[in-house]
């Protein structure tokens, strides 16, 4: 599970910076048409081209490490892809990135680890994890809703909002999952 998560991590970056570095790539591109003289000055474009190379082997990372770890180690660590490409929009685009911006990255890599540690396998541990997973559903659920009322009281961008939201459910999903499997084994109703 630990090359899973590995895996799962480059996952994430390679999509992410692909994606940014693709949105880099078109502002000195023509708006995508399905012409091939356009098509070709896509595909001629090496900051484009790397990010499209960078997105689909990603996409390859990604299949790799759900072969290799469990979905719910694998999910919330793609969700810090969100992250990600604020963090890479930085660096690459130069996009400007405020406190409160940096706050949401660190949240959604904070939640992903807080997760990733309830994901233990250990018998003796069940009733705590279910514990620690219940907290960290009510944070969570809690932090989700307060972006958005920050959102709503002008004081926080719809961006951020968006990504603290976007970065919480993902995390959420793989709980979700987790729980399911756990269930599953433990009523033995399932091939897990």
């Not at 490409?85 to 706050?103: I, K």
């Not at 069940?126 to 809690?142: D, M, P, T």
């Not at 499997?181 to 399932?190: D, L, N, P, R, W």
């Amino acid at each position: 599970a630990t090359y899973g998560a590995g895996v799962a991590l480059l996952a994430a970056l390679a999509n992410s910076l692909g994606k940014v570095m693709q949105k880099r790539g078109t502002q000195d591109l023509p708006l995508l048409v399905g012409k091939w003289n356009v098509i070709i000055k896509y595909l001629c474009n090496p900051t484009w081209t790397t990010g499209f190379l960078l997105d689909v082997s990603g996409g390859i990372a990604t299949i790799l490490a759900v072969s290799l770890a469990p979905i719910s180690i694998v999910q919330p660590i793609l969700g810090c892809g969100l992250a990600f490409v604020a963090m890479f929009s930085h660096v690459v685009t130069g996009e400007m990135l405020r406190e409160r911006d940096w706050m949401a990255c660190l949240v959604c890599v904070v939640g992903t680890i807080l997760i990733g540690l309830t994901a233990s396998e250990s018998k003796g541990q069940e009733q705590v994890l279910y514990s620690v997973g219940f907290f960290l559903i009510v944070f969570f659920c809690a932090v989700a809703i307060a972006a958005q009322h920050l959102y709503k009281q002008q004081q926080l961008h719809v961006e951020t909002s968006t990504a603290i939201s976007a970065g919480i459910f993902f995390g959420l999903s793989g709980c979700a999952t987790r729980g399911g499997m756990m269930v599953g084994e433990a009523t033995g109703s399932g091939a897990l």
